[in-house]
């Protein structure tokens, strides 16, 4: 087993384990413990009903300090009233007993159907198991462990050099349904043995997550479980980063490699996904209007439906464009499938459909407008739409 | 035959016919003859990309008198440049010549797929056909030849009496994919014999569209060649409607009633559609609220599919609502299915799964979330989502 995920960094352990939640016996709890107390920032879903797990976490991360992480699968934790914010309480007061922390450094997460309770006996048994396992080599077990209806994990790694340190991050993260850009899109749990102050870090992970998570969509909806969290425990023992600076930037890039690298596997394991689809909007007068108009392209059924059947129906994207909100030229716009333009100044062209076919049966493809009314672009990532996705959640509970 | 739809008012003829757009044989020209000039007003798609049909026919509406619709489906007549526009005002030409009327009172509209262009050989061709089966029991066949992928023709009428003179209200309407509530939302004609002033009758549209064909959603998408026309001829021989009063929202309800018996009907045919939803939000503070959940929950890919998959996921109900923008209190949110409640403040009840079952097994189900709020509270229709809307939208242009 070689150290991956959140376990590559110096410093961290983590364990994956099956505690019974999840019917089919399959693992549903993960934790990733650092040696140390770790400095901590954290995204949450901008939903308005928000987990019981997840709100007590968004509370108690702004300390900027954490030790562990727990996260189980199965349950959402969510829509139980007062029983869940106690429940969640008792989950996190069992998770720093076992990592000998105070329970303000205990981060919890729970995913999975809305409006059942937690098994705290199971979560109890669990968590002691899981603690036993917790191996540097545990990555890849606790990125199993979050799964739910995702069909493969998704970890991530990169390193960089600062002040003659070796400085490593990483990373798991879980999707695939609901998952729509609304700040932070699913669960990811991300490390890395910098040391960095909470502010920063705060900073480093809103900028990228921008960039990132927040560029993924599979079918528009946003959970009320999601949130993204990074402990940075200092282990590598370069100077504090504490503003921004070549330090700074140095870490932004190479965080930003992970988000987008597990970002990208969000959009190609979204549900019943056949394809991964990196849409780009160019030449674009702000970012505002780059970013709307993705918005409409990524969420529309028709446009992912035709991308199943490799049909190179342009006429629904420069739609799912013209009714986004936003305000451009429909008469300057050019659109492409990969490299080939089907669409020019608005007007479709007699494209060669062979060539259409070759593109569209890729399982990546670039999609690309271009509106020729400035110099901003943008980018985002999804997936076709398939009879699976229809399959997958249409029996999801049962 | 009986009079039915737009020639179920008086001084109405229409014609339906197949003039070799489609390829697969099917009628796919319309023809709406008015023996009089009409008082006219219409609704048009807020798309940024609009079809050069419509187009054409928004800039000429504007005068508030008509002739004559005609419809073709099997080709948008949409991104193909100045072409289409030149085809448009040939079309145009082509029916006001077989109407005897001035080109300004010929409506056109153009529904299929985007990027081709006409073929205006097959379009006069059919026209001079069209204009010879003229009938007043022809609304039928003229429903019939505007369906795409709709499954069956939408038409209703309704009648009232004003002066002691029968006042009739009759329409069509097509669908059933790329529809989402801005504005207009499909292709819609309206006929009546009321005598009515081209003011009022765009307000009795617009009052009208508000409640019933922008509350239709299938798939969140709208076409570039939305639009609801309506044709007034005063045949009827009433006193000129030229104000509000009784006799003004006596219109607007008969009117009501035919809008929203079509826009159910294009509810329940969404493409692949097994059930029509009606989604209804009470106790809200305001009517955007309201609205705005509505649209979310509508738009819903998971929700949609639970509802196909006969799953009582009411968790994702309340989880659309939580991510629509709205600002509410979760934990004073009831949940209904039918008339079961299933989230009480909030909270999941254990609800009996048999009785919830009954419900989601019918063909048209109610589901109401009561925010308790406030006193104000909106509906909206949508359908589930399966396997067919998949299989629809996959391989349409071919």
Redesign the interface.
Known sequence: MARSGVTAPQGFSAAGIACGLKKNGNPDLAVVLSDVPAAAAGIFT?????GHSLKWSREHIRSGLARVVAINSGC?N????EDGDRDAAVFAGFVSGHAGCPVEQAVIGSTG????RLDMEKIEKGLEAAFQQLSPDGGIAAALAVMTTDTFKKEAEAAFELDGKLVRIGGFAKGS??I?P?MATMISILTTDLSISAEMLDKALRTVANRSFNRVSV??????CDKVVILANGMARNKLVDREGPEFEAFVDSLGTVAVTLSKMLARDGEGATKLLELRVEGAPDPETAHVILNAIA????VK??F??Q??????I??????SG???N??TVDVFLGNLIV?R????LRFDEEAALAVLKQQEITVTLDLKLGSVSDRMWTCD???D??????????
Chains 1, 2 share one sequence.
């Open positions: 901008t939903n308005v009903v928000k959402a969510a829509c139980v009233g159907v809305i409006g059942y349904g609901m729509h609304n079918d528009g909806d946003t959970s009320v969420k529309s059924p028709l439906t035709a199943f059947g049909d190179a129906n342009w006429g629904r420069l739609t799912a464009a013209g009714y936003a305000s451009f429909p008469d669409c100044n608005g007007m479709g739409f398939s009879y996705y229809v399959k997958i959640n249409g029996s999801y509970r049962s």
